[in-house]
């Protein structure tokens, strides 16, 4: 069975033990729950380093007070096993009390990038993702940490940070891993019942839609988003938003998008909270 340490001190050990060894570290984070999607970000890693480590831990800072923390999907046996089989090599799997201690107090932001999409419904989540990865980014040292482009803004936000606090990570965004019927996995997508499940399958429609739109010539921000939301308001429960906004700055567009623009949505279908996005001008078509 692969190696699990719980310890930040241990975690920081191997590290820089693989790195004196001159091998290349490769980093996923994760909250546990794998599926597919997690484990092609593992073999992304291992394509870009010798040696490929991944954290499991449900991050408490990043959830609010009416979120799903407690009741998020935990299986860490069954999460170290796919690791195992992806190729992984070591697990981190930290308790809460670790990762913050009593006398913790430190905190980071990207606030520009928290204005837009999910941070004015999720107030502090970027905050404790930004906050949990700086910590981990601190603990692995020089190593690519590979992330799914489904959480764009999160990816957004982390880039900025690496950028903005000179740390020795590489930041690779991955393809969002995609189900037969074009649902984006994620771990969430756990608590569907089937009819949400295959209600779902709008969000990846009206992205299509979009991109076709799009390689015909629309270029139009409204008519964009009308394409995507048609699908999805006549079978989610509601809808958070359908945001056409600048790739990099996530600063919404109104009128032309130009050659390169993303649409970001959120919605609901029962009490789950789906994301999904493409980006016009650089995606492959779903
Ligand atoms: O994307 C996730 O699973 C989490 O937000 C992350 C990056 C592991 C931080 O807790």
């Given at each position: ?179 037969a019927d074009g649902l984006a996995m994620s771990s969430r997508n756990a608590y569907l019942t089937p009819t949400q499940r295959h209600n779902a399958q709008a969000l990846s429609q009206g992205l299509r839609a979009a991109q076709q739109a799009f390689a015909q010539g629309v270029r139009g921000a409204d008519e964009l988003a009308a394409l995507v939301t048609a699908p999805i308001v006549a079978v989610a ?50």
């Amino acid at each position: 069975m692969i190696s699990t340490v719980v310890a930040a001190a241990e975690f920081r050990a191997f590290c820089d033990l693989q790195r004196a060894a001159g091998r290349r570290i490769g980093f996923v984070p994760t909250m546990g729950a794998l599926h597919d999607g997690h484990l092609a970000l593992v073999r992304a890693a291992k394509a870009e380093a010798d040696v490929v480590v991944a954290s499991v831990f449900v991050n408490p800072t990043q959830f609010g007070p009416n979120e799903d923390f407690s009741k998020y999907p935990r299986d860490l046996d069954g999460d170290r096993a796919k690791l195992a089989s992806a190729g992984c090599d070591l697990v981190f799997a930290p308790t809460a009390a670790e990762m913050y201690p009593t006398n913790d107090v430190t905190r980071v932001r990207v606030a520009p990038l928290e204005q837009f999409l999910c941070g004015p419904i999720r107030p502090g989540h970027f905050e404790g993702v930004a906050t949990v990865v700086s910590k981990f980014f601190h603990l692995v040292g020089p190593a690519t940490a590979v992330f799914g482009r489904k959480d764009y803004q999160q990816l957004a936000v982390l880039r900025a940070m690496v950028r903005d606090l000179f740390l020795p990570i590489t930041i690779v965004g991955h393809p969002i891993v995609r189900e037969a019927d074009g649902l984006a996995m994620s771990s969430r997508n756990a608590y569907l019942t089937p009819t949400q499940r295959h209600n779902a399958q709008a969000l990846s429609q009206g992205l299509r839609a979009a991109q076709q739109a799009f390689a015909q010539g629309v270029r139009g921000a409204d008519e964009l988003a009308a394409l995507v939301t048609a699908p999805i308001v006549a079978v989610a429960d509601s809808i958070d938003y359908v945001s056409v906004a600048d790739a990099d700055t996530l600063v919404p567009i109104s009128g032309d998008v130009g050659n390169r623009a993303l649409i970001a949505i959120a919605a609901r279908f029962g009490g789950t909270r789906l994301l999904d996005n493409v980006v016009l001008g650089e995606d492959a078509p779903l």
